[in-house]
């Protein structure tokens, strides 16, 4: 009886430290899970470690040399530009800044973090119910997932982004954007192309310029792109219920791009609209790039179409990585947007092109992008 006591009494004791342990395991995984979606630093820290050798930074002779060519041929490319556009600038662009590939890690990592703080902020909302250790070990899990997948894609962008104007969305007020230019990966391509750098850099900022324009010239585009960035960021983390069911599904098949697979029907309307602005902003900057190039630079002709078939030489991983990212999807922007803008100034001229930037209502639609003639019909109409 003795015997059968203790070993009673040494379950209970056993058990009782069992649930001790399992109480403080539970504490320290939901203090460890925190909040947060993504970890920052590790995330930073993950880019930095991929980016590897490509990690170092350019000289202090080296980007002041670079920063003084980008404005004396921004203040070469401006009123180029702008007459093509048939619009000028209300102000002179900023400075360009001139950075390295960590510098552009650094630089997109802000808006990240802008945009995935509100992401946290929906899914804390509609979280029902007290934070257990269970759904804390799963955003532990996710956030691990999270931090490499972020870290390795801004690694792999971080080598091969040129140019990028910063439109300051998520900025609060009337604060303008920025043109940045990647120096190390432009004098890479400009010597893997066989393109003298200095033409190359041209290139490169006159088809940033033209972006600029677009938003600096036309005030209300700023908070229309806002607005749609913040309205998808805002439906992926209020409607992720059956997510990985559309994973499964958009893996085995289907029309369209698998990005587009794996949206409901209100993501995927909202993701129209911001990638028919996308295209008509790629395509219209491709345009008026082609019309001024060759005033800005004799052998304009001839380099775009070294620059453009530079897609002929990425690997199996490289275009699998871009499809597994979404990132070939802007490669179809440019192309279909360019066709519109040709189509609508070949039919109806460039004044007609521009009633695009009259307000978001003349915007046209992904179909009337792929279909420009409804486009025109539609604006026809309106004027009517």
Do not use: C
């Amino acid at each position: 009886m003795a015997r059968h006591t203790a070993r009673l009494g040494a379950g209970i004791l056993v058990g009782g430290l069992l649930a001790l342990g399992a109480s403080v395991a539970s504490r320290e995984i939901m203090r460890r899970a925190g909040p947060r979606l993504i970890d920052w630093e590790k995330v930073r820290d993950i880019a930095h470690r991929r980016l590897g050798e490509a990690a170092a930074p350019i000289s202090a002779a080296q980007r002041a040399e670079a920063e003084a060519f980008y404005r004396a041929t921004l203040q070469r490319i401006e009123p180029v530009v702008a007459a093509e556009i048939g619009s000028e600038l209300p102000a002179a662009l900023e400075t360009p800044v001139v950075v390295d590939r960590l510098g552009w890690v650094d630089l997109n990592l802000v808006t990240f973090r802008l945009l995935f703080e509100r992401v946290e902020h929906t899914l804390l909302e509609a979280q029902r119910g007290p934070d257990t250790a269970s759904r804390a070990m799963s955003r532990w899990m996710n956030r691990m997932v999270g931090n490499q997948q972020l870290g390795f894609m801004l690694a792999f962008l971080g080598r091969k982004v040129l140019g990028q104007y910063d439109v300051s969305l998520l900025a609060a007020g009337p604060t303008r954007g920025r043109l940045h230019f990647v120096e190390q990966n432009i004098v890479a391509n400009a010597a893997a192309m066989r393109i003298p750098r200095d033409e190359f850099r041209t290139f490169i900022a006159l088809h940033e310029a033209t972006h600029a324009f677009e938003f600096e010239a036309h005030p209300w585009l700023r908070p229309y792109f806002a607005g749609l960035v913040s309205e998808t960021v805002e439906q992926l983390a209020a409607e992720s219920g059956g997510l990985m069911t559309r994973v499964r599904d958009a893996v085995s098949g289907g029309e369209g791009h698998w990005l587009e697979r794996i949206l409901t029907p209100g993501q995927r309307e909202t993701f129209n609209r911001t990638q028919a602005l996308m295209s008509l902003l790629e395509g219209y900057s491709n345009h008026v790039m082609n019309a001024a190039g060759a005033q800005i630079l004799p052998g304009f002709a001839e380099l775009h179409e070294r620059f453009e078939r530079r897609g002929e030489r990425r690997g199996a991983v490289e275009r699998a990585i871009m499809r597994l990212t979404g990132l070939d999807l802007k490669m179809e922007q440019y192309a279909a947007g360019e066709r519109f803008a040709d189509h609508v100034i070949r039919e109806r001229g460039r004044d007609f092109l521009n009633r695009v930037w009259t307000g978001r209502d003349s915007l046209p639609s992904l179909e009337e992008i792929r279909l420009p003639d409804r486009w025109i019909a539609r604006i026809e109409g309106a004027g009517s």
